[in-house]
């Protein structure tokens, strides 16, 4: 039971680059999301998916864009990358429900040169 | 102002001491409450939640709710060197699940 995977696990890109991080769960999630977290920020929402076929913008979702491509997938994509980006992201998957408990990616760690 | 308020410490408590991390949050319409732990270069855990007033235990880890104080805390029984990390506040607001900025907590033997 692999939870919730993220690839890749570490990524250095160049400014202006672009590249789409993957997310994939088998615990058939309904609701999605993509946090970034920044030393002395927290976990700040990017993005989230809360089905199937819809997505909505979080706390800082400039520069991003995200695709609901399943059930199961959630990806997150820079199409311009800047320094600004640079931070450790979390993919996490969770039921909708009054529980709310969230299953965590083990998350990518990006630097933007 | 940010929603979820936690003191970034960090805590430093000796081995086999009470460690007592607080949060406090401003949706005062929140329901469900979260702590998460997490260790150094790894993801967040889900360890304890509170929906209720009052105190729920699980093994050494009791959560606090005071919604009337929008005041939630975690108390750590017997800590050990093991139980360093950083914890996080979490709360539902809105739709979504928002965090507070983690405080780090420090078992020394």
């Known amino acids: 039971n692999a939870g919730v995977t993220q690839t890749p696990k570490f990524q250095v890109l160049k400014t202006g680059q672009s590249m789409t991080l993957q997310c994939a769960q088998d615990?058939?999630?309904?609701?999605m999301y993509w946090y970034r977290q920044d030393p002395g920020m927290g976990l700040r929402l990017i993005y989230y998916?809360?089905?199937?076929?819809?997505?909505d913008k979080g706390e800082v979702p400039n520069g991003y864009n995200v695709s609901r491509l399943n059930k199961r997938e959630f990806s997150l994509r820079l199409e311009s990358a800047a320094p600004s980006q640079t931070s450790v992201y979390f993919c996490?998957?969770?039921?909708?429900?009054?529980?709310?408990?969230?299953?965590f990616g083990s998350g990518t760690r990006l630097t933007v040169v | 102002q940010k929603e979820v308020e936690q003191n970034s410490g960090p805590l430093s408590v000796p081995e086999g001491a009470i460690a007592s991390l607080n949060c406090t949050y401003s949706d005062r319409v929140s329901q469900s409450f979260f702590w998460y732990r997490q260790y150094s270069g790894k993801s967040p855990e889900l360890i304890m939640s509170i929906y209720s007033n009052g105190d729920k235990e699980d093994g050494r880890f009791t959560a606090q709710l005071n919604k009337a104080s929008q005041y939630v805390s975690l108390l750590i029984r017997d800590s050990q060197p093991s139980d360093s990390a950083t914890y996080l506040c979490a709360v539902i607001s809105g739709n979504m699940l928002t965090f507070g900025g983690g405080t780090r907590l420090m078992v020394k033997p």
């Open positions: 998916s809360a089905s199937e076929g819809t997505t």
């Open positions: 996490a998957s969770s039921d909708v429900g009054r529980s709310y408990g969230y299953t």
């Open positions: 615990m058939n999630h309904n609701s």
